[in-house]
């Protein structure tokens, strides 16, 4: 079986398949341990807001992209709502087919919410899109050297490629602090986050 240049945790380089199942595991001990951290600390999502809006010089009127946060993810609602009063364009992600970057549509704290694909929350149809700038990008794991472990579509890799590729876009890891690892498993397609912001501290890159 061919090599890849694959470098897991462990220093090793890997196969496809080993990859694909080294992956698959450390997904499942992250999914245990973010989901510790988000039932120890509910409020983690205030000490954010605070570290991501010193963190993000946003001029005004700059439009940014969050999520309606699934349980066991870190909420970003406190962060989404002071933007939008601050008068930014903020959207929230919708899956549009399989193997597809994701779409954007406006969130109003005065529209309900529809259930997308895999029970995420979006804005409804006839919601604008928008073309955010700034990303705030959910995760499962992330390194020192800002690479990110996802749950493995490969949205927002792609949505990621497709912006940058077009304009500016600054890609922002959300995560608890201790969903950092000493090293992501990454392929030569991987690319680093701009930042990871925790409750705890702000990383650049």
Not at 168 to 193: C, I, K, N, S, Y
Request: glycine share 8%; net charge neutral.
């Amino acid at each position: 079986m061919r090599l890849f240049a694959v470098r897991s945790i462990t220093g090793c380089f890997m196969d496809s398949q080993e990859l694909a199942d080294f992956k698959a595991d450390l997904r499942k001990e992250m999914f245990a341990r973010r989901e510790e951290a988000w039932r120890a600390d509910p409020l983690a999502g205030e000490v954010l807001k605070r570290h991501l809006i010193e963190a993000l010089a946003m001029p005004p009127g700059l439009a940014v992209s969050g999520y309606w946060p699934l349980p066991g993810e870190i909420d970003v609602r406190p962060t989404l709502t002071h933007y939008h009063r601050e008068g930014h364009r903020v959207g929230l992600p919708v899956v549009v087919a399989k193997n597809a970057p994701l779409l954007f549509r406006q969130w109003d704290p005065a529209v309900d919410l529809v259930q997308g694909a895999f029970r995420v929350m979006t804005p409804p149809p006839e919601a604008p899109e928008v073309e955010p700038s700034v990303i705030l990008v959910p995760l499962l794991a992330f390194d020192p050297d800002g690479y990110r472990l996802g749950y493995g579509g490969g949205f927002y890799d792609r949505t990621l490629a497709k912006l940058k590729a077009k304009a500016h876009t600054v890609a922002v890891g959300v995560a608890f602090a201790t969903q950092e690892v000493p090293m992501v498993p990454r392929g030569d397609f991987d690319h680093a986050l701009d930042f990871i912001v925790t409750e705890r501290a702000v990383f650049k890159f």
